[in-house]
């Protein structure tokens, strides 16, 4: 079983950056697909990105050109760069891990390791 640590998280203004990072212990990101989701008060858990262990990644509409998730074998750890950020990012954002074929790479309910979530705001 492998263990998730994000951090990085904070307050950024309308169009700032940040960088996530995502710790893994007790096993190697090697054996999983790596993902970040996110959850925003009364909203469900959404996709955001993911990271197959062949390297290939995946984001959602929403993100994609803006954020970029990558994996660093070595370090056992997953990042997510988010740039020109928007209120609507704001959110709990968690990092997770898990074995879904690549047609399900976005379902939550597939991923069986999960961090503790860091959270992110961005003001307008």
């Known amino acids: 079983q492998v263990h998730l640590a994000e951090s990085g998280g904070g307050v950024v203004q309308f169009g700032g950056s940040l960088r996530l990072s995502c710790a893994a212990s007790?096993?190697?990101?090697?054996?999983?697909?790596m993902a970040w989701f996110r959850q925003a008060p009364g909203k469900e858990r959404e996709f955001v990105a993911a990271?197959?262990?062949?390297?290939?990644?995946y984001y959602s509409d929403s993100v994609k050109g803006r954020f970029t998730i990558s994996r660093d074998n070595v370090k056992n750890t997953v990042y997510l760069e988010m740039g020109a950020l928007k209120p609507e990012d704001t959110a709990t954002y968690y990092c997770?891990?898990?074995?879904?074929?690549?047609?399900?790479?976005?379902?939550?309910?597939?991923?069986?390791?999960w961090g503790q979530g860091t959270q992110v705001t961005v003001s307008s």
């Open positions: 007790g096993s190697t990101i090697r054996n999983y697909e």
């Open positions: 997770s891990a898990g074995q879904p074929v690549l047609s399900s790479i976005r379902d939550p309910n597939l991923y069986f390791n």
């Open positions: 990271s197959r262990r062949t390297s290939h990644t």
